[in-house]
């Protein structure tokens, strides 16, 4: 049992993990599917320094240094294949900063450092600032983190779960 283990988990490692198509849609894999076609110019379900460098050049960057394409390829840990390529930018999406980074930029938020801000105020700057969210994001983001009984968004618990991506346990 221990060795298929160790094999399967090395399996794992070379190829990418399976389970990489549970963290995406199947809308957003199939956008994913289509960067890697037209990333991959010779067709031959590898991402190499050749197919970085004739699709860069397609987009007219004609002097890129071979040292800067080998850095991009060994980016992953073996041959650019579609599962790969989704893993990694799996792992360059989830928890794109530090939760220490997060909490602080809360804090900004909040003067009095009590942990919590208004819900209202911070409505206001995700639906006028920046990427602004939807009103069914901000109905998902409300049902997943409701504020208390007097208005206040526990932002420690949101940073949470934007790092470790499940509630802490009280």
């Known amino acids: 049992m ?3 283990k160790a094999k399967r988990r090395g399996a794992a490692a ?3 993990s399976s389970n990489v198509f549970s963290m ?14 037209i990333i991959d110019q010779n067709r031959d379900g590898i991402i190499s320094k050749d197919d970085l460098r004739d699709v860069l ?3 007219g960057q004609l002097n890129v240094k071979n040292e800067e394409l080998e850095a991009m ?7 650019i294949n579609f599962t790969v390529f989704l893993t990694m930018f799996g792992e360059k999406l989830k928890g794109a900063d530090p939760e220490d980074v997060i909490v602080s930029a809360f804090k ?5 450092a009590t942990g919590f801000i208004k819900k209202e105020f911070l409505q206001e700057l995700l639906t006028t600032q920046c990427d602004r969210f939807s009103a069914e994001e901000m ?6 983190f ?3 009984v007097a208005g206040n968004v526990d932002y420690k618990q949101i940073c949470y779960v934007i790092t470790h991506g499940e509630e802490k346990e009280e």
Do not use: C, H, R
């Open 2 to 4: 221990a060795p298929k």
């Open 14 to 16: 070379e190829g990418g």
């Open 24 to 37: 995406f849609e199947q809308s957003q894999i199939q956008e994913y599917k289509e960067a890697f076609t």
């Open 57 to 59: 050049a397609s987009m």
């Open 73 to 79: 390829v060994k980016e992953a840990s073996g041959p």
């Open 108 to 112: 900004v938020l909040d003067p009095e």
């Open 139 to 144: 109905k998902n983001l409300w049902a997943a």
């Open 146 to 148: 409701p504020p208390d």
